[in-house]
């Protein structure tokens, strides 16, 4: 019996190898709404449209004072992982939010057809802003929070760069075959000092 719950678990893990992949800047930018989406937005349903240059730049500012009050404190190799950590969660945020943003505009789409073809809340309470009006107000503040988000994400990237010198990719995990391989060598290694 247990035999077949590691087999169950084992196909289900590799049926997301997508779920694994990790979020870059990329992703997000595709994700999240464009400058000229979100003011389209901001303008149709009353929004602020967020500071995009400004947040991005003080993002990018926080991460280069960051990287300056370690004062020497870390070494070349452990600035680029405890930053590229720092960059790859605000990356994450962004893609998150873009994801979720993605999904309320379909959300919001599917409302408005159903309103057009008069499928919508006919016994809805009299007063009250309609369930399909309801949902895109909620996209429209969903676009403008991940815009803000990829702002933030962009000056993480940015300031990345500086501190390291290098241009941000996002962290991947060995595969198990590559892990297996690395543990044999190891394994070979070790033996190697057992002979001595």
Not at 6 to 25: C, V
Not at 88 to 94: D, I, K, Y
Request: negative net charge; contains cysteine.
């Amino acid at each position: 019996m247990a035999s077949n719950r590691r087999s169950s678990a084992t196909s289900a893990k590799s049926q997301k190898p997508a779920a694994n992949r990790p979020a870059s800047f990329e992703q997000a930018a595709l994700l999240c709404p464009t400058e000229a989406q979100a003011e389209r937005v901001a303008e149709r349903f009353g929004l602020a449209v967020p500071d995009y240059p400004a947040i991005r730049e003080l993002h990018a500012r926080t991460l280069r004072d960051l990287a300056d009050g370690f004062a020497g404190a870390l070494n070349e190799k452990a600035t680029q992982m405890h930053f590229q950590r720092i960059v790859g969660s605000l990356v994450s945020s962004a893609v998150g939010a873009g994801r979720f943003y993605s999904e309320k505009v379909s959300e919001a789409r599917a409302a408005a057809a159903r309103t057009a073809d008069g499928g919508e809340e006919p016994d809805g309470p009299v007063g009250f802003d309609s369930r399909a009006l309801r949902i895109a107000e909620f996209a429209a503040d969903m676009a403008m929070q991940a815009y803000a988000l990829l702002a933030a994400a962009h000056g993480a990237v940015e300031a990345y760069k500086d501190i390291t010198g290098d241009d941000w990719i996002p962290y991947q995990a060995h595969d198990q075959a590559q892990a297996s391989l690395q543990q044999r060598s190891l394994k070979t290694q070790l033996s190697a000092f057992d002979a001595k």
